[in-house]
């Protein structure tokens, strides 16, 4: 790949997340089915919605401008953030403990999200595009707050419960 401007940073990054939340609304339903905890069960599917908006919000910011066009690309990163919460996804034992585990996914999950949304809306905003930045900037504050609700499932139910075990 050859990347000559910041535009096509942009669009490689617009690309990626396209493919990392097309992979994520695939893996969320796997996730909220091994939790325990109807709340975590609860974060995983609320997020899974969200994520859909996601992708809609890229699409629509890919089409306007590729002419039209969505054209997603294989995120890397998040396929292997996806194959290590598959291994808490499988795994067994206390119900506490696995579900630490699955927040312990969800979360460098979030976080590769959190920077990737981040790096999108600053190259929105240096190429002067508004409408992409308050896109990409919605998304940033729905990923950051589901960072922080699954902390606060963490601290304040399952891993206190996990440390009983």
């Known amino acids: ?7 096509q940073l942009f669009i490689d990054e617009l690309q990626d997340l396209h493919g990392a939340e097309t992979m994520l609304i695939k893996a969320l339903p796997q996730m909220a089915d091994a939790a325990h905890s109807a709340q975590l069960r609860q974060a995983f599917q609320d997020h899974l919605e969200e994520t859909r908006g996601h992708v809609e919000r890229i699409e629509h910011i890919l089409e306007k401008i590729q002419n039209g066009k969505v054209k997603g690309k294989k995120c890397k990163g998040m396929e292997g953030l996806i194959d290590e919460g598959n291994e808490r996804i499988k795994a067994s034992g206390d119900p506490a403990v696995v579900d630490a585990g699955l927040i312990a996914a969800a979360q460098r999950i979030e976080h590769y999200e959190i920077a990737a949304y981040g790096c999108a809306k600053t190259y929105a905003e240096l190429l002067g595009d508004d409408a992409s ?3 990409l900037e919605q998304t940033l504050d729905e990923e ?3 960072d922080e609700k699954l902390t606060e499932l963490a601290m304040t139910l ?6 009983r075990a």
């Open 158 to 163: 399952i891993n206190p419960q996990a440390a």
């Open 1 to 7: 790949m050859k990347l000559e401007t910041l535009e």
């Open 133 to 135: 930045c308050r896109l």
């Open 144 to 146: 950051k707050a589901a």
